[in-house]
């Protein structure tokens, strides 16, 4: 009389000798993605689009203010976000509302 093998299992609590590492691997990659995205994760912005300021307004705004920008971007968050330096020199990177400029994140 013979026994499949795939029938016979391992007595209920009784770990198979790779679910421990599998379960490790896991475990770490959860954690990595999820820090992962924490950190790159900035403000959202949920101002429609037809109410953004144009983006030549919205330069010359912060230009006016003293700003020196050296790198202007939309986020994925749908957000103003400026890489540069304020009216003191200083490097900044600085998150703002598209329709009001609003400061809604700073990063020295």
């Given amino acids: 009389m013979f026994m499949r ?20 691997k896991l475990l770490a990659s959860t954690v990595i993605a999820l820090s992962a995205t924490a950190a790159i994760a900035g403000p959202t912005c949920d101002v429609p689009q037809e109410q953004w300021m144009k983006e030549s307004d919205f330069k010359a705004r912060l230009e006016a203010q003293g700003y020196q920008i050296k790198t202007f971007k939309v986020t994925k968050g749908k957000c103003y976000e400026i890489y540069g330096f304020d009216k003191d020199g200083k490097k900044v990177e600085i998150y703002f509302d598209p329709a009001t400029a609003a400061v809604l994140e700073t990063k020295r």
């Fill in 5 to 24: 093998l795939d029938s016979v299992r391992a007595p209920t609590g009784v770990r198979q000798p790779n679910q421990d590492a599998h379960m490790k």
